[in-house]
């Protein structure tokens, strides 16, 4: 199939630590080229978001550190230390051409949390129409996996990005030509895949385990982001950062790298509903499922238990079939849980609503 992104008006790139690094620190003539691809992209008429690793990379390198960084502390100082280094360099790269940028530090809960997410598309719609180029990566110096405020790595923090704040294209660049199906470096044969329509368990098995000392991410995270970004409409390449004009080609339509299909593109609410942590499940009974199922509301006599502590308005499981966003919260689902409209507790209801959500505020797991 032709590729044409001619339509594509908000791109996100995701550029890798392996593109960055030098034999010193960070290869200050690759940003440079990258920047140059960015600039291009931009007097063609289109919005960039740039996502960068390589903070703590740079910091390891500042404290002449050369094996990888594993202990918790240690990742948030170096992170803390590379990433004013990394911004430096990529200001002077944007400076040189007359382009302001800016810098977002990102944690999981920041998407989380609706009022802040709004909050933080709003800043980057205002930044892309003053013409600057945002500038994204995780807030490793207070981001923890272990408290689940941490993305993992940054490709799936690009999808994040791409998927809710209505990118048309994810660009990933790596230090590859793109997905193989099987490792190039140990099968000769190994044959590049131009195109994948849908990312299954058999396209996840190409993906392998990082093998580089300061990046967090291998093929695997990349298929994991590429899916992400498909789910919520938007199309993902991912091409090795090392071709010349890269950005500029792939958007120009030439067939480098992988291309993966996007789906059907989903609201900007069911992309944010979707791509949220879940903060408790809600449990219901098969009668209830199959009304959720033909587009009904969910009332609190299909609820069978509830588990977790969760606020009205956080996203929620509903059993392992899909995300919810509930008009009341655990405690009070938890007192309604198997009753009927009318029989709800008055001091529960208190003037709202007597169903917990409706069609709009659900999304499916399974895309049925």
């Not at 944690?107 to 009022?115: A, F, I, P, V, Y």
């Not at 598309?121 to 945002?134: E, M, Q, R, W, Y």
């Amino acid at each position: 199939m032709e590729r044409n992104f001619s339509k594509a008006h908000r791109v996100v790139v995701k550029v890798g630590t392996n593109l960055l690094s030098g034999g010193n620190g960070v290869d200050a003539a690759r940003i440079a080229r990258v920047v140059q691809d960015i600039v291009t992209l931009r007097q063609r008429g289109v919005q960039v978001l740039l996502v960068s690793s390589g903070a703590i990379g740079l910091g390891a390198k500042e404290l002449n550190r050369n094996a990888k960084v594993r202990q918790i502390a240690l990742r948030q100082a170096c992170a803390s230390i590379g990433q004013p280094l990394l911004m430096s360099h990529y200001r002077l790269a944007f400076k040189n051409h007359a382009v302001i940028c800016s810098q977002i530090l990102l944690t999981r809960s920041d998407m989380n949390q609706r009022k802040t997410f709004v909050n933080l598309k709003n800043s980057i719609d205002t930044l892309l129409a003053l013409g600057v180029v945002p500038i994204i990566n995780e807030n490793d110096v207070v981001s923890i996996a272990e408290i689940g405020t941490a993305f993992g790595d940054n490709d799936r923090l690009s999808a994040f990005v791409a998927s809710k704040i209505d990118a048309d294209l994810l660009i990933i660049l790596t230090d590859i030509a793109g997905l193989y199906d099987k490792d190039p470096r140990v099968f000769p044969d190994a044959k590049l895949l131009n195109e994948v329509k849908k990312i299954d368990e058999t396209i996840l098995s190409f993906g392998g385990d990082t093998t580089t000392s300061f990046s967090t991410g291998g093929m695997r995270t990349k298929l994991l982001a590429a899916k992400i970004a498909a789910f919520a409409g938007c199309a993902t390449v991912i091409a090795s950062g090392f071709e010349e004009g890269v950005l500029c080609r792939i958007h120009a339509g030439e067939p480098l790298g992988t291309y993966f299909h996007p789906e059907e593109g989903l609201k900007q609410r069911e992309r944010w509903i979707l791509n949220t942590a879940a903060e408790g499940t809600i449990w219901i009974d098969d009668g209830a499922v199959a009304a959720l199922r033909g587009h009904k509301s969910l009332l609190p006599s299909g609820v069978v238990a509830v588990e977790g502590v969760f606020h009205a308005g956080d996203v929620v499981m509903i059993n392992k079939i899909a995300k919810a966003v509930p008009y009341y919260n655990s405690t009070e689902i938890l007192k309604m849980a198997g009753h009927q409209g009318r029989d709800i507790p008055k001091n529960v209801r208190k003037g709202k609503s007597d169903v917990l959500f409706r069609p709009e505020d659900i999304v499916f797991l399974d895309n049925e």
